[in-house]
């Protein structure tokens, strides 16, 4: 019986996007050109997309290879099925996900997967998350995979969880209830190091490239709403940070054509509120 995957959504790549800060924007100044330039960023499956995803950061590796920062145990509500998953750092600079005891009374292609969000059980598909690896009923999980779609700081992912993955027997029989549905999900808590602990944001005066609107909680800029023809270096500018701790307030946030920000995205301004 032939079997085909529900195709995984890794890294925000199913968020589809209207692209509109390209273009010259009428009674503005004149757009300016991005200072910095990146290659397109390789897609889920190797293809080049032309899409920068922030959580590659520019940051050096900040711990040693093999230093566990995040583990749980992954248990589903009746108790039925379990994994135990640790986080650990490799000598890439990113992170790789270690399974093991790996149990469960009722065997099925699975998928476990990491998100910013803490979902319930019964909760339907994620389609913003990190580090999803499929395995089928008869392999059981791998015993290694990889985080590095979440970059060198993946402390912005807050849960793990694991989903029975959507598949089609090809006879028309209709998929079981709880497929494509949280089965388990565990919270997150992570020992990796904040690399900016004094990091401080001021707020700049707008201009070409930092249009944008500030909004403010308790007297301290909290978010940015990028406005059309925004890029990292100048948003990061009118700021007073780096590009790299722009990077890091905001693990998620995309790029286009090098360094454009989708415009209409909400950046987080705030180092407590990552």
């Known amino acids: 019986m032939n079997r085909r995957p529900l195709t995984v959504a890794v890294a925000g790549a199913a968020v589809v996007v209207?692209?509109?800060?390209?273009?010259?924007?009428?009674?503005?100044?004149?757009l300016p050109t991005p200072t910095r330039t990146t290659a397109a960023t390789p897609g889920p499956h190797g293809s080049t997309t032309g899409k920068s995803v922030s959580s590659v950061s520019l940051d050096p590796p900040a711990l040693a290879a093999g230093t566990v920062v995040t583990e749980t145990d992954l248990t589903s509500p009746s108790g039925k099925t379990s994994v135990h998953v640790q986080v650990v750092a490799n000598s890439r600079g990113t992170f790789d996900v270690h399974l093991s005891g790996y149990r469960t009374t009722n065997p099925q292609a699975m998928t476990i997967q990491f998100s910013e969000d803490v979902p319930k059980p019964g909760d339907g598909p994620d389609?913003?998350?990190?580090?999803?690896?499929?395995?089928?009923?008869?392999?059981?999980?791998?015993?290694?995979a990889k985080l590095s779609d979440a970059g060198t700081r993946p402390d912005f992912l807050r849960s793990v969880s694991l989903v029975p993955t959507l598949i089609d027997d090809g006879d028309g029989s209709t998929p079981a209830p709880w497929a494509g549905h949280v089965l388990a999900v565990a919270p997150l808590t992570w020992s990796v190091p904040n690399p900016y602990p004094n990091l401080a944001v001021t707020v700049g005066?707008?201009?070409p490239g930092a249009y944008g609107v500030v909004q403010d909680a308790d007297g301290r800029p909290s978010t940015y709403l990028v406005a059309h023809g925004d890029d990292l270096t100048t948003v990061a500018k009118r700021f007073g940070i780096s590009v790299a701790q722009l990077r890091w307030l905001n693990p998620a946030m995309e790029t286009r054509n090098g360094d454009w920000i989708l415009e209409n995205t909400t950046l987080n301004l705030n180092p407590a509120a990552r």
């Not at 209207?18 to 004149?30: D, F, M, Q, R």
């Not at 389609?127 to 290694?144: D, E, K, N, V, Y």
């Open 18 to 30: 209207a692209l509109t800060g390209c273009t010259a924007l009428v009674g503005h100044e004149p």
């Open 127 to 144: 389609q913003r998350t990190w580090g999803a690896t499929q395995w089928s009923a008869a392999s059981g999980p791998p015993a290694t």
């Open 205 to 207: 005066a707008a201009g």
